[in-house]
């Protein structure tokens, strides 16, 4: 039933290729939560600007995604995504043949999921910035720039920390769904040990504890940083 | 006109649309015994959770912790494929549910759910004011109607946003099932995307029933809060 001996690491085991996976999922995890919260910021910044059509997009964007499983999502990005790559370099005069590869289309992928909820985290921390300091800023003379670097971004970054770290396990979960495009992450590596193996029940429970480190983990580098970031404000 | 309708009854988008339908039945199957189970249960679980019963409320909050670190698809494949190759459980009465992939999504949907609404209600139950227990108790009310008559209706419906939220988090999950055989509607779009090679067409006439099923869910939390919130209409 239990083949635990299997997970050594060396060409007897598992355990380096265990090893590797999990990597993997850290890296897919950290760029698409990076290009999720990329595209969350010029979402939220359509949304507060005061253009319909830039609001409606980004409220069809949020609202479609949301409302849709995720699993559908990588498998329209992972089928159809080649096609729109190929058309957009057709306009460019190029027609050869695109196959983009998995890590990209995994990461691009979770990063339209994760950006969804990370919008909503983001978009409630701005909306948290009381409008005396923005007036206070324009008041001293300071441009658009130095108001978002100096007075929005580091109010944000303390207000949605909590919420990122939310939108931050998500993702990290979300990233097990990624394993039926082919991308060897923890998922895809445990139903391949257990094909070989003929003992689901040892990776899977392998795979499980692997997830659970990462998140427990993580949970903790977020709470420190929250810590950090509200230093000089009572919690 | 008539050329224009019949271009789109020929169209694949269209075609697709009434195959993927035809799994919605599945889909709408899977919600139905795991999101009332799953709110009995999470209910339970919650009571459980703020006990004075160390033990139990430990062992809760373990179980909550392990469930909610996990993603979900490594609980559908633990039971769908790990408890499968168990042969003691083979051979008992619970292969009967376990070798089906429809149970195997009902049991791992209803696990998930559980962790999560347990962790929803508790927070609607510590959140009661302890004034309005002590009222309870200065009337008489016993450990059970208390729990019947104050703390659970105010509970729940203080936590109606965010249970509705983890509703909808459940309709779409239903779509990990298909990763177990099971012919939803997710698994239908990806049947007909290998038939046909038009993954947008296959994926899009399901992503429209989804959207569809997630406007019902969202109606319908609405209207519970609505009827069990009459304090916050803003005209009665």
Not at chain 1, 21 to 36: D, P, R, W, Y
Not at chain 1, 219 to 235: A, D, H, I
């Amino acid at each position: 039933m239990f083949k635990f001996e299997k997970l050594v690491f060396g060409d007897s085991g598992w355990g380096d290729e265990f090893l590797i996976a999990t990597l993997m999922t850290l890296l897919v995890s950290i760029l698409s939560m990076g290009l999720g919260l990329f595209l969350a910021i010029i979402t939220v910044w359509a949304k507060i600007i005061q253009n319909r059509i830039a609001r409606f997009i980004a409220n069809f964007y949020t609202t479609v995604i949301r409302g849709v499983p995720e699993l559908l999502v990588i498998y329209l990005i992972f089928f159809g995504g080649n096609a729109v790559v190929m058309g957009i370099a057709k306009v460019f005069g190029y027609n050869k043949y695109i196959e983009l590869n998995a890590l990209t289309i995994a990461t691009i992928a979770i990063a339209i999921i994760s950006a969804t909820y990370s919008s909503e985290v983001l978009r409630a921390s701005y909306l948290a910035i009381s409008k005396g300091q923005l007036e206070a800023a324009r008041a001293l003379g300071m441009n658009k720039f130095s108001i978002f670097f100096k007075v929005i971004s580091p109010q944000v970054i303390r207000h949605a920390l909590p919420g990122i770290g939310n939108v931050w396990q998500i993702t990290l979960k979300d990233t097990s769904l990624i394993s039926v495009t082919g991308l060897v992450e923890i998922m895809r590596q445990s139903r391949i040990s257990s094909n070989v193996e003929h003992s689901p029940l040892t990776f899977l429970i392998t795979a499980a504890i692997l997830y659970l480190c990462l998140t427990t983990i993580s949970g903790r580098v977020f709470k420190t940083l929250e810590v950090n970031y509200s230093r000089g404000f009572s919690t | 006109m008539i050329e224009f309708l019949n271009s789109i009854q020929n169209s694949l988008i269209y075609k697709n649309f009434f195959l993927v339908l035809s799994g919605l039945d599945n889909t709408i199957l899977l919600l139905l015994i795991s999101l009332p189970l799953g709110f009995v249960l999470a209910l339970l679980f919650a009571l459980g959770r703020v006990s004075k019963i160390t033990l139990l409320s430990r062992t809760i909050a373990s179980y909550i912790f392990v469930i909610r670190g996990t993603p979900l698809l490594v609980q559908i494949y633990l039971i769908y494929f790990g408890l499968g190759s168990v042969k003691f459980i083979r051979e008992s009465f619970l292969w009967y549910a376990l070798k089906d992939p429809f149970w195997c999504g009902v049991i791992a949907l209803t696990i998930n759910t559980v962790a999560y609404g347990a962790e929803i209600f508790r927070g609607g139950i510590q959140s009661i004011e302890k004034s309005q227990i002590e009222s309870g108790l200065s009337l008489g009310f016993g450990k059970f109607l208390l729990l019947r008559k104050i703390i659970l209706p105010i509970a729940i419906r203080k936590v109606l946003p965010s249970y509705g939220n983890e509703l909808i988090l459940m309709v779409k999950a239903t779509s990990l099932v298909s990763l177990t055989t099971y012919m939803e509607m997710t698994g239908i779009a990806r049947k007909i995307m290998a038939k046909t090679f038009a993954p947008v067409e296959a994926f899009i006439a399901a992503g429209i029933l989804y959207l569809f099923l997630n406007f019902l869910m969202v109606q319908f939390v609405k209207y519970l809060e609505w009827k069990y919130n009459p304090h916050l209409r803003l005209n009665n």
